[in-house]
């Protein structure tokens, strides 16, 4: 069991917006700890989409938008494309760093 | 722009040593945090542990005791070694850059391709 709670699953037809929600506790974001976001596109290495809560990496688009409150955290996509299909990780920390279980996005 | 790269055995056997390397290019190793990050097949992401280029570690509780993260800076080089290894320590192993905006406050801006190591006889 992840220390962060994700949707194992969500869809979304292209041009729609889809949310991916993270899950955690007082120990970790509800601590106070930033929450990031990583893509991981099938057969390759994760790829940092958004640190810091909101703040996305330079050459990501700003389709990709990061929120945080309270205990929980949310990963925004607008404008769905086809080539958003994959899997997206949240991550934090809570004595040591953490990630959630993973989100598979399918784009209908 | 900074690369990483993974190296090593990709068939080790139940009760042996994982041995793996990750060489930085396109930047320095000095003044950075390192990683260690594994994937088991069709599984989610699990932290094994850093390293500061001072030499300084850190592990995950649930591996510290077969686990060992060394540095070599002359070489631009940080290592991975978990001992005892079985069956469930198959995955994809990722080296990463950490980098720190707080105290607790560390993501990976920057990722190796990643290396399959199967544990077998």
């Known amino acids: 069991q992840s220390v962060l709670t994700q949707p194992p699953s969500v869809s979304g037809a292209p041009g729609q917006r889809v949310t991916i929600s993270c899950t955690g506790s007082?120990?970790?974001?509800?601590?106070?700890?930033?929450v990031h976001w990583y893509q991981q596109l099938p057969g390759t290495a994760p790829k940092l989409l958004i640190y810091?809560?909101?703040n996305r990496p330079s050459g990501v688009p700003d389709r990709f938008s990061g929120s945080k409150s309270g205990t929980s955290a949310s990963l925004a996509i607008t404008g769905l494309q086809a080539e958003d299909e994959a899997d997206y990780y949240c991550?934090?920390?809570?004595?040591?760093?953490?990630f959630g279980g993973g989100t598979k996005l399918t784009v209908l | 722009q900074v690369q990483l790269q993974e190296s090593g055995p990709g068939l080790v056997k139940p009760s042996e040593t994982l041995s793996l390397t990750c060489t930085v290019s396109?930047?320095?190793?000095?003044?950075?945090?390192w990683s260690w990050v594994r994937q088991p097949p069709g599984k989610g992401l699990e932290w094994i542990g850093y390293?500061?280029?001072?030499?300084?570690?850190k592990y995950n509780p649930s591996l510290k005791s077969r686990v060992t993260i060394s540095v070599d800076t002359s070489k631009n080089q940080f290592s991975l070694k978990l001992s005892s290894v079985t069956a469930a320590d198959t995955a994809v192993y990722y080296c990463?850059?950490?980098?720190?905006?707080?105290?607790?406050?560390?993501?990976?801006?920057?990722w190796g391709q990643g290396t399959l190591v199967t544990v077998s006889s």
């Open positions: 810091g809560n909101s």
């Open positions: 396109g930047g320095s190793i000095n003044s950075y945090y």
């Open positions: 390293i500061y280029y001072s030499g300084s570690t």
């Open positions: 990463a850059r950490d980098s720190i905006v707080a105290a607790g406050n560390y993501y990976f801006d920057y």
């Open positions: 007082s120990s970790n974001i509800g601590a106070g700890y930033d």
């Open positions: 991550q934090s920390y809570d004595s040591t760093r953490v």
